[in-house]
């Protein structure tokens, strides 16, 4: 690692014929090309993510027993902030090395909440304070999650990360509307990962990792830390979601009203769910302010439709000049002009896969950046 940073690489090669190396550090190119989109995407969106620092294409044939085979392999190279993940905890209390799992709880503080050292002398104090504040760090990342529209689909114990840091892009999908029950893995048969069972999951994470931190730290006190997970949560995706309107912040009761009416809009009209944040972007103008009926002017005035403009106006009218010019810049700030829907990634992919033509994945890559 250099500078905090440390390099991963990509490890999803995997399958079951002869050809196959599970574990060897190649994945299909596809697989590749996908991960470096979503942590693009995500990045943009504000989101705690790894990120892709190469991806080189192997030149050999790679056989999955899960996917079309063979077909084309590539080595990526992750950058992330650790690669300590739940599971790393987990496995130390299968074998019952509670002296391992003190001595990865004091490296873990040392290197990555090195700010707990200076609080607490007892090493107790200090395990019980870095859990709490992961529950936090996990809880704002599936807040990001939710608001950005993104499904990661596979939120295994070995998927999280114990900086609260979300990386391993595999099945993972953008919604195309607001739907709760959305499902991007094709194994995931009952929904387990759906999108709007990643809060539930993600907390459930937490709650097995407390099992396996029994060992060292007292349950009850991290039971405390966990409690304050859905306070985390709902917070953080509130200003998540205000950012994505446009405000840095608003009343209590106002942010809380105006996100519940958007994502009931969104739900109740089936409405293209990052169609609607660049349309707010793009449309948005001072004008608005002014009359209600200009805020997204051709727009079927469905009674869904008609309470979140209502709602929206009242958020500008109180606003200045120069108020409405920032709300402006934070759409722009807080929303891409693209989105990654799954016919996006499919197109670029077509585009090498048929051709070996990557100009379509570079302009995408730039429009995301936008």
């Known amino acids: ?3 905090g940073i440390l390099y991963d690489f990509g490890t999803k090669g995997s399958g079951t014929t002869p050809y196959s190396r599970g574990g060897d550090g190649r994945l299909t190119l596809k697989g590749g090309v996908r991960e470096v989109l979503a942590a693009e995407m995500l990045h943009r969106l504000g989101v705690r993510t790894s990120r892709c620092l190469s991806l080189i294409e192997t ?3 790679l056989w999955r027993g899960d ?3 063979p077909t084309r392999s590539s080595v990526m190279i992750r950058l992330s902030q650790s690669h300590i993940r739940f599971g790393t905890f987990e496995r130390l209390h299968y074998f019952r090395r509670t002296d391992l799992m003190k001595k990865l709880l004091e490296h ?4 990555y909440y090195p700010h707990l050292l200076s609080t607490t002398n007892d090493e107790s104090e200090r395990w019980v304070r870095f859990y709490a504040e992961l529950v936090q760090r996990v809880a704002e990342l599936v807040a990001q999650w939710m608001a950005a529209g993104f499904c990661h689909a596979v939120l295994n114990t070995d998927n999280m990360s114990i ?3 979300s990386f391993d892009y595999g099945p993972y999908a ?7 029950k959305f499902t991007a893995a094709y194994f995931d048969y009952y929904g387990r990962y759906s999108y709007g069972n990643q809060p539930y999951i993600c907390k459930l994470n ?5 099992t396996a931190l029994t060992a060292a730290i007292d349950p009850t006190e991290m039971e405390a830390g966990l409690a304050q997970f859905e306070d985390f949560f709902f917070a953080h995706y509130r200003q998540c979601m205000l950012s994505r309107l446009g405000f840095d912040r608003l009343s209590d009761e106002e942010a809380e009203e105006l996100v519940k009416v958007t994502a009931q809009l969104l739900q109740d009209e089936r409405m293209d769910y990052h169609q609607f944040f660049i ?3 793009s449309q948005f103008c001072r004008e608005w302010r002014e009359d209600a009926q200009l805020i997204f002017a051709d727009a079927e005035p469905t009674e869904a439709f008609q309470t979140w403009r209502l709602l929206y106006h009242r958020s500008l009218q109180h606003l200045s000049l120069a108020q409405m010019d920032a709300v402006a810049e934070k759409l722009r700030q807080a929303n891409p002009t693209v989105s990654l829907v799954r016919s996006e990634i499919e197109r670029v992919w077509e585009s090498i896969s048929t051709d070996d033509n990557w100009q379509p994945f570079y302009e995408l890559l730039k429009r995301i950046q936008d």
């Open 163 to 165: 900086t609260g840091e």
């Open 206 to 210: 937490l709650e097995l990792l407390k």
């Open 67 to 69: 996917e079309p085979s």
């Open 174 to 180: 953008f919604i195309p509307y607001y739907n709760p």
């Open 59 to 61: 030149g050999e044939q």
């Open 279 to 281: 349309q707010l972007r």
């Open 108 to 111: 873990t503080i040392a290197v």
């Open 1 to 3: 690692g250099t500078d």
